[in-house]
């Protein structure tokens, strides 16, 4: 009736997490990152204070929030120009 419980040596394994702690704009999150993947995650890191550094002091954009919804908007513009390119 119920489903059985598979035996341990028939599911596959999980692949194994990291916890990286991230900070942007004063604020700190845990992060889990698939082991092997780190490098990726500090060069999006590295990315993204590059963009925060240009987008902070621009007139009109105040607090943390609205630095993020422009970077947010930045980015979406450039996937949206990216897949016109592609087609």
Do not use: F, W
């Not at 590295?46 to 607090?63: F, N």
């Amino acid at each position: 009736m119920y489903p059985k419980k598979k035996n341990p040596e028939q599911q596959p394994a999980k692949p194994k997490q990291k916890q990286l702690t991230v900070s942007v704009l004063g604020r700190h999150m845990k992060i889990a990152c698939p082991a092997g993947q780190e490098e990726k995650l500090q060069n999006a890191m590295l990315e993204l204070e590059e963009r925060v550094g240009k987008t902070r002091y621009q007139p009109g954009v105040h607090g943390a929030e609205d630095v993020l919804l422009m970077i947010a908007l930045n980015l979406c513009n450039e996937i949206l120009e990216l897949k016109k390119n592609a087609e």
